[in-house]
């Protein structure tokens, strides 16, 4: 997110502290003073994780201490899973099968790398999924699994995590 | 001296044979029986003289005494089933198993057949009759799996459990992610090496390792899980591309047999898996994971297979149970 705030002792720390005060994780302040900006202004651009539904709590505490908030940049989809897809990928129309994921509106395919043997040989591919939690990870997973079902692909899935 | 009658002289039991006659266990064999001959003598068999006359003549004893003579009227203390494993009926196992309980004989088997269709039915008899049915070699060879369970871990809540089970296809697997062998390359190199068979669905489409996890499953928790309900995928529709793949990311693939009740997960699938990942382990060894509440997660690797490595685990059964029912040492 890209901050504004008053360019006084102290602000940049009470801009940070509500975050850790939610939850949330800094992974970088980008601090630069921009040459001919002659306000008494300061934009900062914060890197950061937070949390599911801890964002509102954030801004909120963030307009309290002053801040102003010029632009939320939120990459949403957090969960990351890699499967191998086997089988007539073409023949089983392969954008359909990517486009079931996509179109659930928590899950999509972030990339697709794949090779292509000889015509009429299976061909084999790697698909990434980025979804927004766990549970939504679990489910578009499912929707591949049936849609393997259906074409007669082979799905090799991750072993997850021992939990 | 416990004594014991053996029903089966394949690879497992001219392995157990040979380690009894060879090492002082105090254990004797009264009875043997192949699948064409029997033989019996209270005083002890000559061992040496048996498994000559079977390399010899293909089978070891006298043809007009049958594996359910020596299991009805032979003199012992436990019966080791060691016949091949028929997965449709587990006979004629079962059987002898059967008419060895019956008699109030222990019994100790490698048999895959018997414990995964009658497990429920051959527990509660050896039970009714206070003998024991122990079958430590029916899964992860040498593996001391069963042991670890009953007493190792006795106390825990085994609440998942993942294994590499069976050697076939992780030797297939290596070969494929390491040398980028096809499929059928190396099912070729597995046959030329003896670890595969002529017919190797039974390994490839996950059916061994499916038997394996529906044993594990009904001995750590009792749920009657038979073979059609464990879901499986075998390893024979797999590229040499989703090797290199997976090798791209770090990982590779393994055919993995999970159990995990809370999550209604009983399976049999090839699935990507870091290549750090203790489970992944080379050529035809095994290896499990569990789960369980108090040691967290405990792993055991060795090798799954093997005349000796499998008569380990039947070795180590019979000493249990001479040490405690047959006498202490």
Known sequence: ?163 | MMNVALIGLGSVGKGVAAILAKKDLGIKITGIADSKSGCMDRNGLDIADLLLKKTKNGYCGDKEISASDVVAKGDYDALIEVTPTNALTGEPAIGYIKAALIRKKHVVTSNKGPIALAYKELHALAIKKGVALRYEATVAGAIPIMHMLEHGLAGNEILALYGVLNGTCNYILTRMADEGLTYEQALLEAREMGYAEADPTYDVQGIDAAIKLVILANTIWGNGIRLVDVDRTGIDLLTADALRLADDEGCTIRLIAEAIPRKHIIRVSPRIIEKNHPLVVEGTLNALTLETDLAKEITLIGRGAGSTETASAIIGDLLFIKDRYVQRA
Not at chain 1, 110 to 123: D, G, H, I, T, W
Not at chain 1, 142 to 154: E, G, T
Request: aromatic share 2%.
């Open chain 1, 1 to 163: 997110m890209k901050l504004e705030m008053k360019d006084s002792p102290g602000q940049l720390v009470a801009a940070l502290k509500p975050i850790s005060d939610v939850g949330g994780n800094i992974i970088a302040v980008i601090h630069q003073r921009e040459p001919d900006l002659d306000d008494d202004t300061l934009n900062v651009q914060i890197v950061l994780e937070l949390p599911e539904g801890h964002l509102e709590k954030l801004v909120a505490l963030l307009k309290e201490q002053g801040v102003h908030i010029q632009r939320i940049g939120e990459e949403r989809l957090l969960y990351k899973r890699t499967v191998i897809l086997i089988g007539h990928l073409m023949h089983t129309d392969l954008s359909d099968t990517v486009d079931q994921i996509d179109s659930t509106g928590f899950a999509e395919v972030c990339e697709l790398k794949m090779n292509m043997p000889a015509v009429n040989e299976r061909s084999t591919s790697r698909i990434t999924i980025k979804a927004v939690s766990k549970g939504d990870m679990e489910a578009a997973i499912a929707i591949l699994r049936r849609v393997s079902l259906q074409k007669s692909l082979l799905l090799i899935e991750p072993l997850e995590e021992i939990a």
